[in-house]
């Protein structure tokens, strides 16, 4: 089988995906290692045995809903190539506009003083995408802070750690913490396994947060395509101990969180919080009910709402 053979059949065995031609390329320049230029130029390569067994087992995963990013294991996010499983949620271009925010937020910090270390958590990390791609664009711009990822699944937080380790320099989980809570002191970062804020004691300059924030029956309405990705990380409708809240407007955690963020924020601390355009002026109404003051709604790159931000 030719590279232009396989695009042939990957585009007509994947007829039903939104996008065949580009599931069948990502899949095959995963598994020839070629980028988008060679494949390209490479139309009569004739696949190995084993590229063509490895190509026509993901055109079969494909098939059955399974997202592309999952059966190849990484997904690019803010110019980084990210770790994800089936314990994350893939990361979105809509949620870059999050660490754009934090980034804005960080500057006027170090505007007003430029020696400070701001200390900043990334709550529902789930793969740390945002908080890793904040630590990694500060490092290049030589500007210092520390990170705090917490997420309530032990699956998600090791996906972070991974991808921490990937991208951020070398660093081991500290024999002095044990698993589930890893200290990365090379990379200055904390790794947290926790119901929310039960198990931080400290306070942060900034905190960025993607909760689940999707209405339970669409949840539930989302997963039957296939495509796999956790009921934990959508579902905000949902109480302290994960059972269906009776709510169908997926701000049930959001309501637990919010107080607990401005308790969590030092004084002029900052919350940068990703939420459903359904929902994001009710969440704005729940910020201010918490004590946040200044007040917004960001909207994203298709102009839906989709960031509320807020001033302790």
Known sequence: MTIQEAKLYGKNQLAS??????DTA???QHITGFDKTH???????????????????????????????????????FGLDFLVTPDVLIPKPDTELLVELALDALEDKFRANPASIPTVC??????????????????MRNAELKMTFVDISEKALEVARKNAQRLLGTGEPSDQCPVPH??????????V??????????????????????????????LKD??????????GDVTENGEYARTEDGLSLIRRLLPQCYEHLNR?????????????????????????????????????????????
């Open 17 to 22: 995906s939104p996008t065949p031609d580009l």
């Open 26 to 28: 990502v899949l095959l």
């Open 39 to 77: 494949l390209l130029l490479n139309r009569d390569f004739e696949l190995s045995g084993e590229q063509k067994s490895d190509f026509l087992a993901a055109i079969e995963k494909r098939k059955t809903g399974l997202p592309v990013a999952y059966i190849i294991g990484h997904k690019e996010f």
């Open 122 to 139: 990334d709550m529902c990390t789930g793969s740390g995408c945002v908080g890793i791609s904040i630590n990694a664009e500060l490092r």
């Open 182 to 191: 890893y200290e990365l002191s090379i990379m200055n970062c904390a790794f």
């Open 193 to 222: 396994q926790s119901n929310l804020f039960e198990n931080i004691p400290h306070t942060f300059d900034l905190i960025v947060t993607n909760p689940p924030y999707v209405p339970h029956s669409e949840s539930l309405e989302l």
């Open 226 to 235: 296939g495509r796999s990705e956790p009921l934990l990380a959508l579902d």
């Open 268 to 312: 002029n601390g900052v919350l940068i919080m990703e939420t459903g355009e359904y929902n994001a002026q009710e969440t704005a109404e729940l910020f201010r009910q918490a004590g946040f003051r200044n007040v917004r709604i960001e909207y994203d790159m298709n102009e839906m709402m989709r960031d509320v931000v807020g001033v302790k």
